[in-house]
Nanobody, 123 residues
């Protein structure tokens, strides 16, 4: 059974850094495009970043460009989201998701989801 598990969330001050990990099992991870999404309280889940299978292309939400970096290590079945210069508005539950095919910013475009990891940025 395919499973994605996020880790690395926590509490940090504004300007700090965190690295999230998304570990996959039960699927051929290298065949999948992986996206990171986040959901703040009382808000819809939104796209943050994604990396295409093979790692040749990435896409970021405008508000995180230059601060977040997505990468993957297919040998470890893991995708990372390095987050720097964090802001209070980055607070939320961060989810990773996998899909076959090209990058998508739509939540409905992904087949597998993790349970999420909480990121809290204090001002």
């Amino acid at each position: 059974q395919a499973q994605l598990v996020e880790s690395g969330g926590g509490l940090t001050q504004a300007g700090g850094s965190l690295r999230l990990s998304c570990a996959a099992s039960g699927l051929t991870f290298s065949d999948y495009t992986v996206g990171w999404f986040r959901q703040a309280p009382d808000k819809e889940r939104e796209f943050v970043a994604a990396i295409r299978r093979g790692g040749g292309r990435t896409l970021y939400q405008d508000s995180v460009k230059g601060r977040f970096t997505i990468s993957r290590d297919d040998a470890k079945n893991t995708v990372y989201l390095q987050m720097s210069s964090l802001k209070p508005e980055d607070t939320g539950v961060y989810y990773c998701a996998g899909r076959r095919g090209l990058i998508s910013e739509r939540t409905t475009g992904y087949d597998y989801w993790g349970q999420g990891t909480q990121v809290t940025v204090s001002s």
